[in-house]
């Protein structure tokens, strides 16, 4: 697992060399259209400076035991708080 800024082409490229596979989101803006569709691409929706609620906690741990394995590197992305 890696945390990451929102990504920009350059960084997109990082992941692609690295092996990542799994892109999730966990700011308050979805931007899946910036994602190529080689990652699968989680978002939750978390307001900036906010707090995860339990059932947004519960999806997070959802989505990593579900697809963060040893061949599905992932990166989180969160912008102000989480």
């Not at 990082?14 to 899946?32: A, L, M, P, T």
């Not at 400076?49 to 061949?71: M, S």
Request: net charge negative.
């Amino acid at each position: 697992m890696a945390i990451s800024w929102w990504p920009d082409p350059s960084v997109i490229e990082r992941y692609r060399n690295e092996g990542i596979k799994v892109i999730i989101n966990c700011s308050e803006f979805d931007n899946r259209q910036d994602v190529s569709k080689e990652f699968k691409y989680f978002n939750i929706n978390i307001p900036d400076y906010g707090t995860p609620t339990e059932p947004q906690l519960k999806r997070f741990f959802e989505i990593t035991n579900e697809w963060g394995t040893e061949n599905n590197p992932f990166v989180v992305h969160c912008v102000a708080g989480c």
